[in-house]
């Protein structure tokens, strides 16, 4: 059973200061299923590799106790335990990398911090529900994912193939999410543990999990599973989790805190209404019969592209509920006429997550939202926009951060919003830009909104991406 990390980030070996293990030595665990080894087969300043080999002992498994009440999946002395990824896995993630699971580095605790490219491999994970359920079940934490079934028996391909899978993890982000993510979601793949499972992995799972869980659009599955369907069980810790998450009436009012502050800041220049009359005229621009606004809050941008007439199909989706009760009266769509509530839908989505109604858009507008993404999250946005739902074109504005110095009543350092997880200067903008379109063949013009301070720029930058060879 194996488990392998690497990062590309420099220096690479810095991930020994992060692990607590260093790359020139092979250390050992002894655990009740057999040995754990970690080790470093390549380790140099441009990448670093860390793996972790789990070698159980079959007949000791057959034996323990565990086997005999039937919680070890391995009641015959041929089994696949000691070779598919499972929850003896994820017992020796916890006690091998256990600082880093903890998001502790006594060397490097400002690494421990912060996201870095890392690349996690399992040569066999068991996934019966095929190669769609990992993406379902990665993706939405950001994760790049690559997955190869094998076959039953390579000798013997009439056979067909196995519940086995070899999976790859790309992502930035910190080790800490990384091995929590691997920890929570490799035995709920396998969909067994080898132990007992209890009321005190109620607190293990909200330990590991309660920051990303909550908002995953397979929650409830992933907890079932993850409690080998103990409904009790499943049901005390959704429970939990509801509590520990804001609600999504508390959220909903920080944003709205959040948009006013930002619509205060703004409003002496006008520029929401600028950045909807530009993004409106530049769809009026590029000819195209249907757009989705995605991030669509409370429906702004929609009413103007229902003024364009040669626009015959308009899709706004967002993740809030009230924001899409809110985009429904102001565009009074229980009283529009039928030929004009047949060119409008509205859609209640996760912007994280593949959804095949996104797909078919001659154009994608995305105003004023990745800068309320974390980092997985964006990651995990880039794929569902680029290459899943992939429109023809692509509309996209976000702050610029160096304009911000011009906002009277803003403090050196603030975001405009108390939601924003980041805001970008030109430059930051523009690599992020070149990136996507170098991953998933786009080009990219940019065009500034608002009045251009010599200095520091717009106060808004756009940019308009649109499929290599259709301008």
């Not at 250390?27 to 789990?54: I, K, M, N, W």
């Not at 910190?174 to 396998?190: E, G, N």
């Amino acid at each position: 059973m194996l488990l392998t990390i690497s990062t590309t980030y420099s220096p690479a070996t810095d991930i020994g200061f992060l692990l607590e293990k260093h790359p020139d030595k092979v250390h050992t665990f002894e655990l009740s299923s057999g040995q754990a080894s970690v080790f470093y087969p390549e380790a140099t300043q441009d990448r670093c590799t860390v793996a972790l080999l789990l070698d159980i002992d079959p007949i000791g498994l057959v034996r323990s106790q565990a086997a005999k009440q039937g919680d070890v999946g391995g009641d015959q002395y041929v089994n696949d335990r000691p070779y598919v990824a499972s929850s003896f896995l994820s017992v020796a993630i916890g006690v091998a990398f256990k600082s880093a699971l903890a998001g502790k580095s006594r060397h490097r605790p400002g690494l421990a911090d912060t996201a870095i490219p890392l690349e996690a491999r399992l040569p066999a994970i068991p996934c019966r529900g095929g190669e769609t359920q990992l993406f379902q079940l990665f993706e939405p934490l950001g994760y790049a994912v690559e997955a190869s079934r094998h076959a039953l028996d390579v000798r013997f391909p009439e056979w067909g193939s196995s519940p086995y899978y070899s999976l790859t993890l790309r992502s930035v982000v910190r080790l800490q999410d990384l091995l929590r993510h691997l920890y929570v979601l490799i035995p709920v793949l396998d969909d067994r543990k080898h132990y007992w499972v209890g009321e005190a992995e109620v607190e293990k799972l909200l330990r590991h999990a309660s920051e990303w869980l909550g908002e995953h659009p397979m929650k409830e599955w992933i907890v079932s599973r993850y409690f080998k369907h103990r409904r009790s069980l499943s049901r005390m810790a959704l429970e939990r989790l509801t509590i520990e998450e804001e609600s999504e009436e508390t959220a909903d009012e920080i944003g709205s805190v959040g948009a006013a502050q930002e619509q205060e800041l703004e409003k002496r220049v006008s520029l929401n209404e600028k950045r909807l009359e530009q993004v409106s005229q530049l769809i009026a621009s590029l000819g195209v019969k249907s757009v989705v606004d995605m991030g669509c809050g409370e429906g702004r941008l929609l009413a103007r592209l229902l003024e364009l007439k040669a626009v015959d199909r308009i899709v706004g989706m967002d993740v809030s509920v009230r924001s899409l009760e809110y985009a429904s009266d102001r565009l009074h769509l229980e009283r529009m006429p039928p030929r004009q509530r047949a060119r409008i839908d509205l859609l209640h989505g996760s912007l994280t997550y593949r959804d095949d109604r996104l797909k078919g858009f001659d154009a994608a507008t995305v105003i004023e939202v990745v800068e309320h993404l974390d980092l997985p999250r964006l990651a995990a946005f880039e794929r569902v926009l680029f290459e899943s739902a992939r429109p023809t074109f692509v509309i996209m504005t976000t702050p610029n951060r160096e304009y911000n110095s011009n906002f009277e009543g803003l403090p050196a350092g603030k975001f405009r919003h108390s939601d924003h997880r980041f805001e970008w200067t030109r430059e930051e903008f523009r690599d992020w830009c070149m990136r996507q379109c170098e991953r998933f063949g786009y080009s990219v013009e940019y065009a500034s909104v608002g009045d251009e301070h010599p200095v520091t720029g717009p106060p808004t930058q756009l940019a308009l991406f649109s499929l290599s060879g259709t301008r």
